[in-house]
């Protein structure tokens, strides 16, 4: 294990992207932060700019609107930079895949590192998800 | 001097897509001349899914499925008015017990909707505090949901005719328990919230909208309601369980944020009040949850149902097999988002995002198309072009017929 990737396993800062999501996944994320699930006491929080992101949780079937926008975010963030797909939508296009507005899935557009399937994904699985994804860096 | 060359003299401050303030990707440009903003623009179109297209290709009971993922938070309220506009096509009357189940679910959505603005606008204000607090009180109702559907949010409830699934006798019990313990923590919230000093001054007579704004936008829900127009389907065209029980409709006169909390919190109360009525109405007994129903005819059916943040509309439009042949969706934000022209001019920028919250906006609801040619820089579907496509299918469908 690198410098780079030991560091990037102590308190991770996560900043949230919604690429044309039903707001369900953005809305459990936050509730991660939330007194009953607590995420900050393991150094976790959300962050306002991408250039300050260890971890970019993307939702959403990411539209033909937000590919771009996507791509860009991504390369403002600093690299390695872990990328989790949150929910049904972001892995696979769920119900969306045959709609005319579908750009995605995201694993088409940006490497995904950790998928996290669900509708929404309760925030016990996003937190499972990012455990075992921490374990595998080991 | 037309309104673009105006605006380019003055300070653009950009909003978005991706910000820190907004859940959901969406764009807005505040115009200022110093501190005071002039003008807001606003862009949408980063959270469009063609749902209204997509479910054209979904038969009558899928569909039920497809609205429930317009939105995360108000996730009943469009199978809510999906089922009844479907139901006012065929014409047929819900079993009784569904029709309580119906109301159950709906105002414990509106309760955790609620909870969730005022945390939302908390937030906004700096006021962590108010955020952690409701967030924490918001569990519970989604465990409630989780012992009625199995899931926090995406209920999957709703089916043409009643409800999928029975809330059973045993639970009853202990979502009444939720609920007593609930009706105090909003209460205490309530009073930490309204009798605050300093966002009584930060709220009071900000974003003020009045009587005659709201009926020019033509505004619904709580935000129409703050402002003293009194409207709500739920009272003015009866459904489900509400002709069956007693509640009221909250209104205030002020129609400034400080209000629109006011009217959000007080009708947590009231919601509390139809569950229990309607918890009592099904406890102990059994019954019905559904009707049978063969096939949709063709016709055309309305639907409405007063979603937390106002009046969701739902037109279908059946040809007699198994997909509707259009769906027609209005979602209460697509109405009250334009208020921003209204209550925003004239405010500061510190006070514009309370204000861009205090409508509770809900992008993924609004979302509409509009298609560009990337190489000429010019809309390519623009209104006529529309109407004339909209007749030439019009003219294709009478030849077939």
Wanted: include cysteine; aromatic fraction near 8%; hydrophobic fraction near 35%.
């Amino acid at each position: 294990m690198n410098l780079k990737t030991k560091a990037l396993k102590k308190s991770l800062w996560v900043y949230h992207m919604s690429g044309g999501s039903c707001n369900n996944c953005d809305i459990e994320i936050l509730d991660c932060l939330t007194p009953k699930f607590d995420i900050e006491r393991f150094g976790m929080v959300l962050v306002g700019s991408p250039r300050h992101a260890d971890v970019l949780l993307c939702t959403g079937i990411v539209n033909k609107k937000c590919v771009e926008r996507v791509k860009e975010v991504y390369k403002q963030t600093a690299k390695p930079c872990v990328v989790v797909a949150i929910g049904s939508c972001a892995c696979s296009g769920g119900m969306f895949r045959d709609g005319y507005q579908m750009g995605g899935p995201l694993d088409t557009i940006i490497p995904v590192d950790v998928y996290i399937p669900g509708c929404p994904p309760k925030p016990e699985a996003m937190i499972a998800g990012i455990v075992k994804f921490l374990e595998k860096l080991k | 001097m037309n309104n673009k060359q105006q605006n380019t003299k003055k300070v653009v401050v950009p909003i978005g897509p991706y910000h820190p303030l907004l859940e959901e990707p969406e764009f807005f440009a505040l115009y200022c001349e110093g501190e005071k903003v002039v003008d807001v623009e606003w862009q949408a179109g980063y959270n469009h899914r063609g749902i209204e297209k997509l479910s054209e290709s979904k038969h009558w009971d899928q569909v039920t499925f497809l609205v429930e993922r317009i939105c995360g938070i108000c996730s009943t309220s469009h199978p809510f008015a999906y089922c009844n506009s479907v139901e006012d096509l065929l014409g047929i009357t819900v079993p009784e017990r569904a029709r309580y189940i119906r109301s159950i679910i709906g105002e414990l959505e509106r309760l955790h909707s609620h909870l969730l603005w005022v945390g939302l606008a908390g937030h906004f204000l700096g006021y962590n505090t108010v955020f952690m607090w409701a967030w924490k009180y918001r569990e519970p109702v989604l465990d409630i949901f989780e012992i009625i559907s199995g899931n926090r949010n995406h209920y999957a409830m709703f089916k043409v005719g009643g409800v999928r699934r029975d809330i059973e006798n045993e639970d009853i019990p202990k979502i009444r328990k939720v609920l007593g313990e609930l009706k105090g923590q909003i209460e205490m919230l309530t009073g930490a919230v309204l009798d605050d000093p300093v966002l009584a001054a930060r709220l009071k007579g900000v974003g003020v909208l009045t009587k005659e704004h709201i009926k020019n936008f033509g505004a619904v829900g709580p935000v129409a309601r703050a402002s003293g127009v009194d409207i709500d389907v739920r009272r003015d065209d009866p459904y489900a369980a509400y002709p069956l029980v007693e509640w009221k409709v909250i209104t205030t006169e002020n129609g400034d944020v400080f209000d629109k909390a006011v009217v959000r919190l007080l009708e947590c109360f009231e919601s509390i009040k139809i569950i229990s009525q309607c918890l009592d109405a099904i406890e102990g007994k059994k019954g019905e949850i559904q009707g049978e129903i063969r096939e949709v005819p063709p016709g055309e059916g309305i639907g409405r149902h007063e979603a937390p943040r106002g009046e969701c509309f739902h037109y279908i439009r059946s040809d007699g097999t198994n997909r509707p042949v259009r769906h027609k969706i209005r979602a209460p934000s697509y109405v009250n988002i334009p208020t921003f022209k209204a209550s925003c001019i004239g405010q500061t920028i510190a006070d514009v995002a309370i204000i861009l919250a205090g409508v509770d906006p809900c992008y993924c609801c609004t979302e509409r198309v509009a298609i560009y040619d990337a190489e000429k820089k010019k809309k390519l579907y623009d209104f006529k072009y529309l109407v004339e496509k909209s007749k030439e299918k019009t003219e294709k469908i009478r030849k077939e017929i």
